[in-house]
């Protein structure tokens, strides 16, 4: 079996392939978007509070709470304000439940991947144009 998860932001596309159940955001920060307080529990809106860059922390906990909710399949539904992703901050990693996340920065985007294997690994590729 064959297991996939795909999102795109701004200039960025990704793709996740599994053997299991995965989940996978990407985000573009961007300074000007509002960080959205009712769905941040309330360690995760203090690291926001002390943040030098803030709208970069945030991006990085929502990817995560995407990246578990479409893992889990509720999407939206999940309810976000008691997910509790503010290890990803610190560590860029963390086990959770039943899986890991595993989050990076490349680019201007923030990509964040939720699933059973703690070696997961994001690798960038750049893809030209073809004529």
């Not at 932001?9 to 961007?30: H, L, Q, W, Y």
């Not at 926001?48 to 893992?71: C, G, H, P, V």
């Not at 939206?76 to 439940?97: H, P, R």
Request: charged share 25%; glycine share 8%.
């Amino acid at each position: 079996n064959v297991y996939f998860n795909c999102s795109h932001s701004g200039k960025i596309a990704v793709c996740v392939f599994s053997d299991a159940e995965v989940g996978v955001d990407t985000e573009f920060v961007n300074p000007n978007k509002k960080i959205l307080q009712c769905v941040l529990t309330n360690a995760e809106q203090k690291i926001i509070e002390n943040s030098k860059d803030s709208m970069e922390q945030f991006i990085r906990l929502w990817t995560a709470k995407e990246a578990y909710a479409k893992y889990t399949g509720n999407g939206i539904g999940e309810k976000f304000e008691f997910l509790d992703c503010s290890k990803v901050i610190a560590n860029g990693s963390f086990y959770y439940k039943s899986g890991y996340f595993v989050s990076d920065k490349i680019g201007e985007n923030i990509l964040t991947i939720y699933g059973h294997d703690k070696e997961a690994e994001i690798v960038e590729m750049k893809l030209g144009h073809h004529i």
